[in-house]
């Protein structure tokens, strides 16, 4: 079992920043790939961003150039950077771990223009 805690959400003007973080526990392994998703109101959740065990890095074209995805294998935690938001990044913002598909609970995202 795993289980993923997300903190670090909250309102922002548009062009602040904001830092995620997601603390995984139980049968976590640092080779494992974990990403951060997001949901819109009325809209499906999307891929945001990944990291690889290896530390390879993705991101969707949207938030390029802004977002920086990262994870420190010995605190088992994986940090979302956001920086010039906009208020189209307002979502819940999920955490998940993709051997065995799990995820966190969600934590929200309100940018205000």
Known sequence: QVRLVESGGGLVQAGGSLRLSCAASGSIFSINT???YRQA???QR???AFITGVGSTNYVD???G???ISRDNAKNTVY???NSLKPED???YYCHYSRGDYWG???QVTVSS
Do not use: D, I
């Open 66 to 68: 802004r977002f920086t």
């Open 46 to 48: 999307e891929l945001v």
């Open 80 to 82: 979302l950077q956001m």
């Open 41 to 43: 109101p009325g809209k």
């Open 34 to 36: 974990m990403g951060w």
């Open 90 to 92: 307002t979502g819940v």
């Open 62 to 64: 949207s938030v390029k």
């Open 105 to 107: 609970q969600g934590t």
